[in-house]
């Protein structure tokens, strides 16, 4: 029988609420929180400013780095401290995300990202894992799998709100493709693609508001 481990897996889509749900279950369970795509625009960032370029320097400049995820509940992000550099703001910006999104499609850079993602557990206290395949590569020992959805529409409007508070500018049919596209993208290649684990429970999200997503997590975390 597989070890089963205090973590929660929150995989799905980009808009669906993941990020929300995570620190949310977190403060409620005392647990720390797993950004997992933080980590793919963190390979974005060091290709950027150390002028790597090739999958094997990256690799290496992992490899060869102290790294450690944090979890700041009191912003409600992430943040990863690389050679006690703490970084944070400087991982969130479109033109690390590209090049992430680049990087990410090389599978032995995946195979070094997995390493990392893994050792973001700990024994000692629990884990929220937020990403797109969590449940079905990262931690399949979890002791809860989550996948949420939503509708194209409703993501791309959550993320146009977000955009619009931000003061950019939105169109929203280009908006809606490029979600479209991503799923697309996410849910078709060749490694870790974006689908459920078998065990994880299904929660559609487009109606639904975070603290309503929430209970019906700890509903089935209660009954383990």
Not at 16 to 45: C, P, Q
Not at 48 to 57: F, G, M, R
Not at 148 to 162: D, H, I, M, T
Request: aromatic share 4%; charged share 30%.
């Amino acid at each position: 029988m597989k070890e089963v481990k205090n973590i929660i897996t929150i995989d799905g889509p980009s808009g669906v609420g993941k990020g929300t749900l995570a620190f949310s279950l977190a403060e409620k369970l005392g647990w720390n929180v797993l950004d997992s795509g933080l980590i793919y625009r963190l390979t974005g960032y060091l290709s950027l400013k150390e002028k790597l370029n090739s999958p094997e320097d990256i690799i290496f400049h992992l490899n060869h780095s102290k790294i450690k995820l944090l979890t700041n509940l009191k912003e409600k992000i992430c943040e990863i401290e690389i050679d006690e550099v703490v970084l944070g703001n400087e991982l969130r910006n479109e033109v690390v995300a590209t090049k992430a999104s680049e990087i990410a499609k090389v599978p032995e850079i995946r195979n070094a990202i997995i390493k990392i993602q893994r050792n973001a557990y700990d024994a000692k206290s629990g884990l929220i894992a937020d990403g797109r395949d969590m449940g079905t590569v990262i931690f399949p020992e979890a002791i809860l799998k989550v996948f949420l959805q939503a509708s194209p529409e409703v993501r791309a409007e959550r993320r146009a709100n977000q955009l619009k508070e931000k003061g950019m500018d939105v169109i929203m049919h280009d908006l809606l493709k490029l979600i479209e596209q991503r799923d697309k993208d996410d849910m078709n290649r060749k490694v870790s693609p974006l689908k459920p684990a078998q065990d994880s429970i299904l929660i559609d999200t487009s109606e639904l508001s975070i603290k309503e997503v929430e209970e019906k997590v700890m509903e089935n975390y209660k009954k383990l």
